[in-house]
């Protein structure tokens, strides 16, 4: 198979097991199911128009049956108390066609119960479970074609591996973690939302805003001027997430700072203008800051006037009929704002219901009417930081306008722009949004599913802090999560999200960025410790009868404290210039000594664990070496006696064949007299074998002094195995495995001979098995024999898929992505199972012809007995 069907068998287990794991929570109760409010909470009893019954998944389903049923004039009107439509107008469109969907299916025999789903007003409360399908099917698919879609094109964007090995793995981890967010799954397939629509419009801004060309022309040259079509898209993009859900306006402070940046960025235009023309360059610079920002108010104006412009020229009945009802518009307002619930409704990890409780109760001692005021100021002062810093981003450096510079240069240059560009935005949407969580008027639980969804984009950058977040951010919904039924899937989706982290880390020494810092090495091991204590103390323990809220208040407090260290560490990142190291802004050397150091601390630890106990069987005189060309090499200082003494440990298959060779019927201790001429032939060839052996290590090559190394590594480093130290062109390739630390792991490499290695390694750099990372990963399986690799696969394929090597190799390959060492070991025991296999073959066919030979010198013994017995009973021979 090749490597790109075998990477699109990879993408398609990962979208599989996307899919599958939203399908296993929406089978979980949803939001309100059977009207359950919480353990203590009063049932509404029979819905009717003045009782709200259910929760979120029956106010998206009352949602279709008023859209579908009712003038547009009359949506944002009709019943306000019972679920009243409250979300911009994208969302009450899209309501209105999933409406007309199940309304159209419901003339399909067997599915007339989609009529009844969004029946007006005589649907309230109504979950049947085809219904509940249908609903969760809708989720499902807004998911799989906006959210997904976006964190798979956004991917190959935010990976920082050097080589397509390395940027494949990081593919596979990015994605995968991506899209096992627990909150967000919790939230959209649990307790019922389209969130990932209004995340998934916005990521797909984030992807078009960042780039510098022409999205639609992918051959444009970098060196004309850039082009403001991304950001414009973008822009258009932007304004229909916000038209879905108003709480992507948290994410719209540092998407503006960015654009406004862009449209200060300079242009290849006055570069070609002369510079005795200082005040043509003002003026065209000016001008194309005016045209920039111009067409994206007009496209941010256009954007929103096509969406509301229904509401204004619709009149509800009995009302004027003029052209323009700014009614209409002013109560979607209304509608979409609701300051008359005050600063909070529920318990929320954020500053105002911390605030809230004793002593400092401040809903009690500030007026109502300056509480909006104040968390407007406090929103404002915590999104100023970000913004700027997110407006220098845009602006870009002036050194792209350099006419000096080759075309080379500059298309380096802009792509690496653009990586940096969209990997800041995303740090910069991520802190604006904590701090709109926290400081904001009204905030909800699930509004911290907005600085989630780019943050789990940066995963490859700040590894430990970005799964710790997800973690905390699944961890303060706990409350909800309860009221919806969800635990069970609440521990399932904690468990399997921890458990991806861990299978499928790409570069274990680069997972200490963001908690380097003092202060957060300790943070995370007690805030772990703090939400585990919760859990297990509102399990175990009742809260006091005056303080029945305890628990939701704790968590209230708990949760404040670690999303205010998210965003100060978030800040921290942008203004301490992490973030230009994680983009790759520093020099490859020091990438080089990073990555170089990490095998070299493990080697000790790697020698003891994994067993050094493999090799080969063809033998084939090397290259004599000099000692000054051993000297140069600095060989010997690697091979110390230690090293040696390891190297002389015989391998696995070694041992198996020298026991083999080992005759069943052993001839040797027999009287030669007695032995017979194809007997004695037994014998000699035997002996002469063994002088072979002791004559094949006595030559010109020794590989003690390291001459046979010496030429198996130089081999090794022109097919791209191992990493060229000594060569600073060869740098880019610092994944490869290190000459020292491959013998140090697998020593008996030292003495096999150049022609076994060789053979061995072109084994897994065949493009048919193409497993060319596990040598990476454990270069002792290169101490096998060749014939042993080859027939381990036929062994393992018709043990494992019943003969199918195809699928026995994939199998192999998704685990070297998911699991190397999981890989490694299904790998070994094939080429050990069919090398016990043979033996067995091997020993069964010796003692066959051993059982032959035995029986022939039995009758030959008895035959000859019985001719001395004749002899000695006709007198022909004498007792004496």
Same mark, same amino acid.
């Given at each position: 198979?090749?490597?790109?069907? &075998?990477?699109?068998?990879? !993408?398609?287990?990962?979208?599989?097991?996307?899919?599958?794991?939203?399908?296993?929570?929406?089978?979980?109760?949803?939001?309100?199911?059977?009207?359950?409010?919480?353990?203590?909470?009063?049932?509404?009893?029979?819905?009717?128009?003045?009782?709200?019954?259910?929760?979120?998944?029956?106010?998206?389903?009352?949602?279709?049956?008023?859209? #579908?049923?009712?003038?547009?004039?009359?949506?944002?009107?009709?019943?306000?108390?019972?679920?009243?439509?409250? #979300?911009?107008?994208?969302?009450?469109?899209?309501?209105?066609?999933?409406?007309?969907?199940?309304?159209?299916?419901?003339?399909?025999?067997?599915?007339?119960?989609?009529?009844?789903?969004?029946?007006?007003?005589?649907?309230?409360?109504?979950?049947?479970?085809?219904?509940?399908?249908?609903?969760?099917?809708?989720?499902?698919?807004?998911?799989?074609?906006?959210?997904?879609?976006?964190?798979?094109?956004?991917?190959?964007?935010?990976? $920082?591996?050097?080589?397509?090995?390395?940027?494949?793995?990081?593919? @596979?981890?990015?994605? *995968?973690?991506?899209?096992?967010?627990?909150? @967000?799954?919790?939230?959209?397939?649990?307790?019922?939302?389209?969130?990932?629509?209004?995340?998934?419009?916005?990521?797909?801004?984030?992807?078009?805003?960042?780039?510098?060309?022409?999205?639609?022309?992918?051959?444009?040259?970098?060196?004309?001027?850039?082009?403001?079509?991304?950001?414009?898209?973008?822009?258009?993009?932007?304004?229909?997430?916000?038209?879905?859900?108003?709480?992507?306006?948290?994410?719209?402070?540092?998407?503006?700072? #960015?654009?406004?940046?862009?449209?200060?960025?300079?242009?290849?235009?006055?570069?070609?203008?002369?510079?005795?023309?200082?005040?043509?360059?003002?003026?065209?610079?000016?001008?194309?800051?005016?045209?920039?920002?111009?067409?994206?108010?007009?496209?941010?104006?256009?954007?929103?006037?096509?969406?509301?412009?229904?509401?204004?020229?619709?009149?509800?009945?009995?009302? $004027?009929?003029?052209?323009? !009802?700014?009614?209409?518009?002013?109560?979607?307002?209304?509608?979409?704002?609701?300051?008359?619930?005050?600063?909070?409704?529920?318990?929320?990890?954020?500053?105002?219901?911390?605030?809230?409780?004793?002593?400092?109760?401040?809903?009690?001692?500030?007026?109502?009417?300056?509480?909006?005021?104040?968390?407007?100021?406090?929103?404002?002062?915590?999104?100023?930081?970000?913004?700027?810093?997110?407006?220098?981003?845009?602006?870009?450096?002036?050194?792209?306008?350099?006419?000096?510079?080759?075309?080379?240069?500059?298309?380096?240059?802009?792509?690496?722009?653009?990586?940096?560009?969209?990997?800041?935005?995303?740090?910069?949407?991520?802190?604006?949004?904590?701090?709109?969580?926290?400081?904001?008027?009204?905030?909800?639980?699930?509004?911290?599913?907005?600085?989630?969804?780019?943050?789990?984009?940066?995963?490859?950058?700040?590894?430990?802090?970005?799964?710790?977040?997800?973690?905390?951010?699944?961890?303060?919904?706990?409350?909800?999560?309860?009221?919806?039924?969800?635990?069970?899937?609440?521990?399932?989706?904690?468990? %399997?999200?921890?458990?991806? !982290?861990?299978?499928?880390?790409?570069?274990?020494?680069?997972?200490?960025?963001?908690?380097?810092?003092?202060?957060?090495?300790?943070?995370?091991?007690?805030?772990?410790?703090?939400?585990?204590?919760?859990?297990?103390?509102?399990?175990?323990?009742?809260?006091?009868?005056?303080?029945?809220?305890?628990?939701?208040?704790?968590?209230?407090?708990?949760?404040?404290?670690?999303?205010?260290?998210?965003?100060?560490?978030?800040?921290?990142?942008?203004?301490?210039?992490?973030?230009?190291?994680?983009?790759?802004?520093?020099?490859?050397?020091?990438?080089?000594?990073?990555?170089?150091?990490?095998?070299?601390?493990? %080697?000790?630890?790697?020698?003891?664990?994994?067993?050094?106990? !493999?090799?080969?069987?063809?033998?084939?005189?090397?290259?004599?070496?000099?000692?000054?060309?051993?000297?140069?090499?600095?060989?010997?200082?690697?091979?110390?006696?230690?090293?040696?003494? &390891?190297?002389?440990?015989?391998?696995?298959?070694?041992?198996?064949?020298?026991?083999?060779?080992?005759?069943?019927?052993?001839?040797?201790?027999?009287?030669?007299?007695?032995?017979?001429?194809?007997?004695?032939?037994?014998?000699?060839?035997?002996?002469?074998?063994?002088?072979?052996?002791?004559?094949? /290590?006595?030559?010109?090559?020794?590989?003690?002094?390291?001459? %046979?190394?010496?030429?198996?590594?130089? &081999?090794?480093?022109?097919?791209?195995?191992?990493?060229?130290?000594?060569?600073?062109? $060869?740098?880019?390739?610092?994944?490869?495995?290190?000459?020292?630390?491959?013998?140090?792991?697998?020593?008996?490499?030292?003495?096999?001979? *150049?022609?076994?290695?060789?053979?061995?390694?072109?084994?897994?750099?065949?493009?048919?098995?193409?497993?060319?990372?596990?040598?990476?990963?454990?270069?002792?399986?290169?101490?096998?024999?060749?014939?042993?690799?080859?027939?381990?696969?036929?062994?393992?394929?018709?043990?494992?898929? &019943?003969?199918? /090597?195809?699928?026995?190799?994939?199998?192999?390959?998704?685990?070297?992505?998911?699991?190397?060492?999981?890989?490694?070991?299904?790998?070994?025991?094939?080429?050990?199972?069919?090398?016990?296999?043979?033996?067995?073959?091997?020993?069964?066919?010796?003692?066959?012809?051993?059982?032959?030979?035995?029986?022939?010198?039995?009758?030959?013994?008895?035959?000859?007995?019985?001719?001395?017995?004749?002899?000695?009973?006709?007198?022909?021979?004498?007792?004496?």
């Amino acid at each position: 198979m090749t490597d790109t069907g &075998r990477q699109r068998h990879l !993408h398609l287990t990962i979208l599989s097991f996307a899919i599958l794991l939203r399908i296993l929570i929406g089978i979980h109760p949803h939001s309100g199911q059977d009207d359950y409010q919480g353990p203590g909470a009063i049932k509404a009893g029979t819905a009717t128009s003045s009782t709200k019954y259910g929760g979120d998944y029956e106010a998206q389903r009352h949602w279709m049956e008023l859209t #579908y049923h009712l003038p547009l004039s009359e949506w944002y009107y009709y019943d306000l108390s019972y679920w009243g439509l409250d #979300y911009p107008p994208l969302t009450a469109y899209v309501s209105w066609f999933f409406g007309y969907i199940a309304d159209t299916l419901g003339s399909v025999h067997g599915l007339e119960v989609l009529k009844d789903l969004v029946a007006l007003h005589d649907s309230r409360g109504f979950e049947n479970e085809r219904g509940k399908m249908y609903m969760r099917f809708t989720v499902l698919v807004m998911d799989l074609l906006v959210y997904i879609s976006a964190v798979w094109e956004i991917a190959p964007r935010l990976l $920082n591996g050097t080589t397509d090995i390395i940027r494949e793995k990081e593919r @596979i981890r990015l994605l *995968t973690m991506a899209l096992a967010q627990p909150a @967000i799954l919790l939230m959209d397939h649990g307790h019922f939302q389209y969130n990932t629509v209004s995340l998934g419009l916005a990521l797909w801004s984030f992807h078009f805003m960042t780039m510098l060309s022409n999205p639609f022309k992918k051959d444009e040259s970098s060196t004309s001027s850039l082009t403001f079509v991304g950001p414009i898209l973008g822009s258009v993009l932007f304004s229909l997430a916000l038209n879905f859900k108003q709480m992507e306006l948290y994410h719209a402070p540092a998407v503006f700072a #960015y654009l406004l940046g862009r449209c200060f960025e300079c242009s290849n235009v006055q570069s070609t203008t002369k510079d005795n023309e200082g005040g043509t360059m003002a003026s065209m610079n000016n001008r194309n800051v005016i045209t920039k920002f111009c067409s994206l108010g007009i496209t941010v104006i256009s954007s929103f006037a096509i969406l509301w412009f229904p509401f204004a020229i619709y009149p509800r009945s009995g009302t $004027n009929a003029r052209l323009f !009802h700014l009614a209409g518009v002013t109560q979607v307002l209304k509608r979409l704002f609701p300051f008359q619930r005050g600063l909070f409704e529920g318990k929320v990890a954020n500053i105002w219901c911390a605030l809230s409780v004793k002593p400092f109760s401040i809903r009690r001692r500030v007026p109502e009417e300056i509480l909006p005021l104040m968390a407007s100021g406090l929103t404002l002062m915590l999104i100023l930081l970000p913004c700027w810093y997110l407006f220098q981003v845009g602006k870009g450096d002036r050194g792209q306008c350099d006419t000096a510079k080759t075309i080379r240069e500059k298309d380096q240059h802009q792509s690496s722009r653009e990586r940096a560009d969209i990997k800041l935005l995303l740090w910069g949407c991520t802190s604006t949004s904590l701090a709109f969580f926290l400081a904001s008027f009204q905030v909800h639980e699930k509004g911290i599913l907005i600085p989630l969804a780019p943050l789990s984009l940066l995963l490859l950058e700040a590894p430990r802090f970005i799964a710790w977040f997800s973690i905390v951010a699944t961890w303060t919904l706990w409350p909800l999560v309860t009221i919806d039924r969800l635990g069970s899937a609440y521990a399932c989706c904690v468990v %399997i999200f921890l458990c991806l !982290h861990n299978m499928t880390r790409v570069s274990p020494s680069g997972e200490s960025d963001v908690f380097s810092m003092i202060p957060s090495k300790y943070i995370i091991h007690l805030s772990v410790v703090a939400m585990v204590l919760l859990h297990a103390a509102e399990l175990l323990v009742a809260p006091p009868r005056n303080l029945p809220d305890l628990f939701p208040v704790l968590w209230s407090l708990v949760g404040c404290g670690l999303i205010s260290f998210s965003y100060l560490v978030t800040i921290w990142v942008m203004a301490k210039g992490q973030t230009k190291k994680i983009v790759g802004s520093s020099s490859s050397s020091s990438k080089t000594k990073r990555t170089s150091k990490a095998p070299m601390i493990g %080697i000790g630890i790697l020698a003891t664990i994994l067993p050094a106990s !493999h090799g080969f069987v063809v033998s084939q005189k090397a290259q004599c070496y000099t000692m000054s060309q051993l000297q140069s090499s600095n060989m010997n200082e690697i091979f110390t006696s230690e090293m040696i003494e &390891r190297a002389r440990e015989p391998l696995y298959w070694e041992t198996q064949r020298t026991e083999d060779a080992k005759p069943i019927l052993d001839l040797s201790k027999r009287d030669p007299d007695t032995l017979s001429l194809s007997e004695k032939a037994v014998v000699n060839q035997g002996k002469l074998q063994e002088t072979n052996t002791v004559d094949s /290590e006595d030559s010109c090559v020794k590989w003690e002094d390291g001459q %046979i190394w010496l030429e198996t590594e130089r &081999r090794l480093i022109s097919m791209g195995v191992l990493l060229n130290e000594t060569d600073a062109s $060869n740098q880019p390739m610092v994944e490869l495995i290190s000459s020292q630390t491959m013998i140090a792991r697998a020593p008996q490499l030292i003495r096999l001979s *150049t022609s076994q290695v060789i053979e061995s390694t072109n084994f897994f750099l065949d493009q048919r098995f193409a497993l060319a990372s596990l040598i990476q990963h454990d270069p002792t399986i290169l101490t096998f024999c060749a014939d042993d690799l080859y027939y381990g696969m036929e062994y393992l394929s018709n043990m494992m898929t &019943r003969g199918n /090597e195809t699928q026995a190799l994939q199998m192999i390959r998704t685990q070297s992505v998911l699991s190397p060492q999981m890989a490694l070991s299904l790998f070994r025991m094939g080429v050990e199972g069919g090398i016990d296999e043979r033996r067995v073959s091997n020993a069964l066919a010796n003692a066959s012809a051993a059982s032959g030979k035995a029986v022939e010198y039995a009758v030959n013994d008895a035959g000859r007995t019985y001719r001395e017995f004749k002899q000695l009973k006709g007198g022909r021979k004498s007792l004496g």
